[in-house]
């Protein structure tokens, strides 16, 4: 197992995906245009739902791509990270509307995992990373934003605890 390159992923990870929270946080409302448009899948619901902003997308991308060289990874591979744990993350609220969670709403599993795995098998095929590097990395990403989740929300960072 690659634990510094593991370590190195996760920590990309947590940028991806905690940098759209701080951003709104930070932000609010001001620039903060739907990725979807407000459009609604042929179910009649959101096609994504408006917590969904290009903004996030962003902002996520940048600042990814910013911290990977921080860390010790090309700033390609921040990038990569970036973009394929947005992927994932509209992914995930693509299917979670598809089934009826409203926007914000808590799916286990489906929250955590596209946003970390696609990100982590995009890496693969520039990194030494192997299926076990992958499978691991992907459940402590998934039990480190479960707990992270509720230390936002006690720091109110969050609006919910997950």
């Not at 370590?7 to 409302?29: E, M, W």
């Not at 290009?54 to 910013?66: D, M």
Request: hydrophobic residues 55%.
């Amino acid at each position: 197992m690659h634990l510094l390159l593991t370590a190195q992923l996760l920590t990309l990870l947590g940028v991806a995906n905690g940098t759209p929270i701080l951003v709104d946080k930070i932000l609010g409302k001001y620039l903060a245009s739907p990725v979807d448009g407000g459009l609604a899948f042929v179910d009649g619901r959101p096609l994504l739902g408006a917590s969904k902003t290009l903004r996030g997308l962003a902002f996520s991308v940048v600042a990814t791509s910013a911290v990977a060289p921080l860390i010790g990874l090309p700033w390609r591979i921040g990038t990569l990270v970036g973009v394929m744990a947005m992927v994932g993350d509209l992914l995930s609220s693509f299917l979670k509307r598809r089934i009826g969670i409203p926007p914000s709403g808590r799916a286990i599993g489906l929250d955590q995992i596209p946003e970390s795995l696609l990100p982590l098998l995009a890496c693969m095929l520039f990194l030494p990373l192997t299926a076990l590097d992958v499978l691991l990395a992907t459940l402590i990403f998934f039990a480190g934003a479960l707990l992270l989740s509720r230390l936002m929300f006690k720091l109110h960072l969050r609006d919910r605890p997950h």
